[in-house]
């Protein structure tokens, strides 16, 4: 009997992406639904080890290479593409549908990829397909897609350098666990944490995400973060910067998501507090915190999608995205405020969702680490984002004010999309072991304790007083929060016009200069060598004489003396 | 399908009303039982029996200040950007 080479799974959707354009409705979206199922079923097909190698510039580029942690990812991004096409059903921009498709098959590649240079690759490649769902929504999109783009060069451009120079040192292109020990490593760490939302360029997440489709911010919301989570937890694991990092963007995150008025970009200022509970933990680097960061990757890519499917929705059903515009929507949306709430507490790790079995595990993690400061600022990071997302997000969509709006729940695979990743997020919360038994490192770890629930709703509800008591300060505003995309959005263009504008008026300066200068000179050298000029007179024949006559005189007195 | 009427204080109270009856009665109900199953911490300062309740209302209202700090200094008008 001979082995069969395994296939890998990302190539099923990105050939199903290639293939939807020229696909008739039906047929379209019966591929939609049947490639992310097949991709999830090879995902388990691939054997541990690299089993696909291509050579490639003297290399060998590994396909197709099975780790437990590739596999974790792979299953998730899978369910997620599936539970994005079953939402995005009614999607009638095909080239979003196809680019999209490209992209969760692009980041499949890198879930499975064993060398750095595939890596790079699939990489790039989601960069390109994420841009395109960014701009399939319109021309509103193109600036923000543009900036995005810009960002994601700017990481690759890093991220190649760093693989560039790993390879000339070490000769080796595998992909496996590094250190911060080389500029060639930073430079990858900075390449992997661009697409994590770290910061300075956190912003192009919150720019460019909420401006896509309803339906294409499901699929950015996944796959871009998550596979730069993956590549973190597989090639830098232990690096105490990402520990900073990650609690900077915990709390990046919450405050400005608290200010934050549009309900979709509220959002992705939470996906960069998510991710940055998953840096923080990735970065303690022990075995239950890295457990903690991949099983948060995988709960948080549903619970995320659900929320922002849940803000689609409202998009979609109502033409707002703004709080302020929003507002009692519970009764006439009801699946997509109860679904909506699901999310929201799941992400706030809610005792019985899949929020709670992971996010504990990244609590656990820094306390077995003795990390007293770190575990203080992780809790608190919970309570913020039970505000911010669970009691907040809510509270001014489906609650707070009638905003009038007698709007009903969304087409019916809009509601199955929300339906399917909500019973998933209490799905996991109930059962955490099937989860568990899927993590990079044995787990010995058991979330449903009673202590662990009673103080975990303690420190929620409290949140939940806080919230109540300041409620009256927290009123929307129809404003945005300056953020770092000031420098390349206002603040570097308005540069560049001051240095052009000053540079254009020394110019100016310089040249009337040089002008009033060459005519002064050619004023001076006509007056004494024009046509009435001393030096350009004729001289009388006395004159003339008189004058050699004294320099020979001159010459005779110099010579007699000398 | 414009907005009805803008929102007031009684209102609002009104509607939070049974959030806040069975927030409460939870968040009693899990001090109550942290403190008879024998509450345990990680690091000795969080070793008493709603520490989480203190530290959570404290840590709420911190991130809101700081928050509502930024926003003074950074927010700005929703038409600031024009793209």
Redesign the interface.
């Known amino acids: 009997m001979t082995a069969s080479l395994p296939v890998p799974p990302g190539l099923v959707l990105i050939v199903a992406g290639l293939m939807l354009p020229a696909l008739p409705p039906r047929a379209r979206r019966a591929v939609m639904l049947a490639a992310p199922l097949l991709a999830l079923a090879l995902v388990w097909l691939v054997p541990d080890g690299p089993a696909l190698s291509l050579p490639f510039l003297g290399y060998h580029l590994s396909l197709c290479d099975g780790t437990a942690a590739g596999r974790l990812f792979g299953t998730v991004f899978a369910i997620m593409a599936f539970g994005g096409a079953l939402y995005a059903l009614g999607q009638t921009n095909v080239v979003e549908l196809t680019a999209a498709f490209f992209y969760a098959g692009s980041a499949l590649g890198v879930a499975f990829a064993g060398d750095l240079i595939t890596v790079f690759v699939f990489w790039e490649l989601m960069a390109i397909a994420s841009t395109v769902v960014v701009w399939s929504a319109g021309p509103q999109a193109?600036?923000?897609g543009m900036r995005y783009a810009s960002v994601h060069l700017l990481g690759g451009v890093l991220l190649m350098a760093g693989i560039a120079g790993h390879i000339v040192a070490t000769g080796s292109t595998t992909f496996t666990a590094m250190h911060t020990d080389s500029l060639a490593h930073w430079l990858m760490i900075a390449g992997f944490l661009v697409n994590t939302g770290a910061p300075p360029v956190s912003a192009w997440l919150p720019d460019a995400y909420p401006r896509a489709s309803y339906s294409g911010t499901v699929f950015l919301s996944a796959y871009t973060t998550k596979t730069a989570v993956y590549a973190l937890l597989v090639g830098f694991p232990g690096a105490e910067v990402l520990i900073v990092v990650g609690l900077y963007m915990v709390?990046y995150g919450?405050?400005?998501g608290?200010?934050e008025?549009?309900i979709r970009r509220i959002l992705s200022y939470s996906l960069v507090n998510q991710v940055g509970f998953m840096v923080t933990a990735i970065g303690i680097g022990t075995p239950m915190a890295l457990n903690g960061a991949a099983a948060h990757a995988f709960t948080h890519i549903i619970y995320k999608a659900l929320l922002l499917m849940a803000a689609g929705s409202v998009m979609a059903m109502?033409g707002r995205s703004?709080c302020s515009?929003l507002?009692g929507l519970f009764r006439s949306m009801p699946v997509t405020a109860i679904t909506g709430i699901i999310g929201g507490l799941s992400i706030s790790a809610v005792p019985l969702t899949s929020g709670f079995i992971s996010k504990a595990m990244i609590g656990e993690g820094a306390?077995e680490a003795?990390m007293?400061i770190v575990?203080?600022l992780v809790?608190?990071g919970a309570?913020?984002v039970f505000?911010d997302i669970g009691l907040k997000w809510p509270w001014y969509i489906f609650?707070?004010?009638?905003?009038?709006?007698?709007?009903g729940d969304p087409p019916l695979a809009m509601r199955a999309g929300m339906t399917l990743f909500a019973f998933l997020c209490i799905a996991i919360g109930l059962f955490p072991g099937a989860l568990y038994a899927l993590l990079p490192f044995p787990v010995d770890y058991t979330p449903y304790t009673?202590?662990h629930?009673?103080?975990?709703?303690?420190?929620?509800?409290?949140?939940?007083?806080?919230?109540?008591?300041?409620?009256?300060?927290?009123k929307r505003?129809?404003?945005?929060?300056?953020?770092t995309d000031w420098l390349w959005?206002?603040g570097g263009p308005a540069l560049a016009g001051a240095l052009t504008t000053g540079a254009i008026r020394a110019r100016t300066a310089l040249a009337v200069r040089i002008r009033s200068g060459a005519d002064r000179l050619v004023r001076t050298i006509y007056r004494h060598h024009g046509p009435g000029g001393i030096l350009a007179a004729s001289w009388p024949t006395g004159r003339m004489a008189f004058w050699a006559t004294l320099l020979l005189a001159a010459y005779l007195v110099l010579y007699y003396f000398g | 399908?414009?907005?009805?009427?803008?929102?007031n204080?009684d209102?609002?109270t009104q509607?939070?009303q049974p959030f806040?009856v069975v927030?409460?009665i939870?968040?009693l109900a899990?001090?109550v039982?942290?403190e008879v199953?024998?509450?345990?911490g990680?690091?000795g300062?969080d070793g008493f029996a709603?520490?989480?309740?203190?530290?959570?209302?404290l840590?709420?209202?911190?991130?809101?200040a700081?928050?509502?700090g930024?926003?003074a200094a950074?927010?700005?008008?929703?038409t600031?950007?024009d793209?």
């Open positions: 193109a600036g923000a709390f919450i405050f400005y608290v200010l008025n549009d109502t703004k515009e507002g306390a003795h007293a575990w203080l809790t608190a309570v913020g505000i609650f707070a004010k009638d905003s009038g709006l007698k709007v009673v202590g629930v009673a103080t975990m709703l303690q420190l929620l509800l409290a949140g939940g007083v806080a919230f109540v008591l300041v409620l009256p300060l927290l505003t129809a404003t945005v929060t300056l953020d959005r206002t | 399908m414009a907005e009805k009427q803008p929102d204080s209102a609002t509607r939070l806040v927030g409460a939870v968040l899990s001090l039982v942290d199953f024998g509450h345990q990680f690091f300062f709603g520490f989480y309740a203190l530290f959570g209302l840590a709420g209202l911190v991130i809101i700081l928050a509502k930024i926003g950074l927010k700005r008008p929703d600031y950007y793209d």
